[in-house]
């Protein structure tokens, strides 16, 4: 795997991603070159030598063979237009979150092998009508575009998967936690925003209720995830090359109260509430989720509130 693109590079998530594989290589030996794509780059940041920036969209079918003109060992994809912008721009939504994936694995089909292709979905799959109980099982029903993307994507991965073109294998991220900035267009954002507002001592009114429940997980385990399938035997992968990775289930409330005991101050006071039916249905509204099959292949959540706040706000 000594050859990686990273779609999205710039993204929260991505930046965490390529700072471990850089450091840390994968499965034990280092990584010899990384390809960066995304819609462009701060100028005069610091550049490991073994990293290569390819500016342009994702969609850009130029783009996409500067990109993979390295022959990669694997490809990342985790570059999206967010739920909510892509609820306000169709057009966009499908073009990078739909066309660009199907173009990418056309692409990858011409290349001399075929590329492990981690992909990034989303628990947006299921959509706002949800069992008590959710399980791997729990049918897909998207009630978002960008959902109903990421589960066509999916789909397409097992298929082009099937045919050879990629070794493919697709995780479902939940609420990926803490996001700097205001996270505009991610519908869920105010997951994150708990996070920095409470640290600064800052108000925040969230758009959902105090008993919210959302599924949670910490950047440094969604990465730790990330690099798991992409150097496991992917002949243990189901039949989907689909997996729901497993997630804390915790109420904002729970979150709140963690975070005053990692902050040493109460901040309860600062969290008002003004609930969004449509948030409140799709993001504050989730279930237990079981996931014993993705356990079984070695995901993990962060295992318990006080380790999920730490690393949130770590970073790593």
């Given at each position: 795997m000594s050859q990686v693109v990273v779609t999205g590079s710039q993204g929260f998530i991505?930046?965490?991603?390529?700072?471990?594989?850089?450091?840390?290589?994968?499965?034990?030996?280092?990584?010899?070159?990384?390809?960066?794509?995304?819609?462009?780059?701060?100028?005069?940041?610091?550049?490991?030598?073994?990293?290569?920036?390819?500016?342009?969209?994702?969609?850009?079918?130029?783009?996409?063979?500067?990109?993979l003109k390295s022959v990669p060992d694997l490809v990342f994809h985790l570059s999206s237009v967010p739920g909510g912008a892509a609820e306000r721009d169709p057009d966009l939504g499908r073009k990078v979150n739909l066309d660009a994936t199907l173009s990418l694995l056309d692409n990858c089909r011409a290349l001399p092998r075929p590329p492990r292709f981690i992909y990034a979905s989303s628990v947006a799959v299921y959509g706002e009508h949800l069992p008590a109980q959710m399980t791997e099982d729990t049918p897909a029903a998207p009630a978002l575009t960008y959902g109903a993307h990421k589960l066509a994507c999916e789909v397409l991965i097992a298929d082009a998967s099937r045919r050879g073109w990629v070794n493919g294998c697709s995780l479902r991220l939940p609420g990926v936690v803490?996001?700097?900035?205001?996270?505009?267009?991610?519908?869920?954002?105010?997951?994150?925003?708990?996070?920095?507002?409470?640290?600064?001592?800052?108000?925040?009114?969230?758009?959902?209720?105090?008993?919210?429940?959302?599924?949670?997980?910490?950047?440094?385990?969604?990465?730790?995830?990330?690099?798991?399938?992409?150097?496991?035997?992917?002949?243990?992968?189901?039949?989907?090359?689909s997996y729901q990775m497993p997630v804390l289930h915790l109420s904002i409330e729970e979150v709140v109260a963690?975070?005053?005991?990692?902050?040493?101050?109460?901040?309860?006071?600062?969290?008002?509430?003004?609930?969004?039916?449509?948030?409140?249905?799709?993001?504050?509204?989730?279930?237990?989720?079981?996931?014993?099959?993705?356990?079984?292949?070695?995901?993990?959540?962060?295992?318990?509130?006080?380790?999920?706040?730490?690393?949130?706000?770590?970073?790593?």
């Open positions: 991505a930046q965490v991603l390529i700072r471990r594989l850089l450091r840390d290589g994968l499965g034990g030996e280092p990584v010899d070159r990384i390809t960066a794509v995304d819609l462009a780059f701060e100028a005069g940041a610091d550049e490991d030598a073994r990293l290569h920036r390819v500016a342009g969209s994702v969609h850009d079918p130029a783009v996409q063979s500067e990109a803490a996001r700097p900035g205001d996270g505009d267009g991610l519908m869920s954002s105010f997951m994150s925003q708990l996070f920095w507002r409470l640290a600064r001592g800052e108000a925040i009114t969230l758009p959902v209720s105090p008993k919210a429940t959302c599924w949670w997980m910490s950047v440094g385990t969604c990465v730790d995830n990330l690099m798991h399938v992409a150097t496991m035997d992917s002949r243990s992968w189901n039949a989907q090359r963690a975070l005053s005991r990692i902050l040493g101050r109460s901040v309860a006071d600062l969290v008002h509430y003004q609930p969004n039916p449509l948030i409140e249905r799709l993001f504050g509204s989730s279930p237990p989720l079981l996931a014993p099959l993705a356990a079984s292949i070695g995901l993990r959540h962060d295992g318990d509130i006080s380790r999920l706040t730490a690393r949130a706000m770590s970073h790593e």
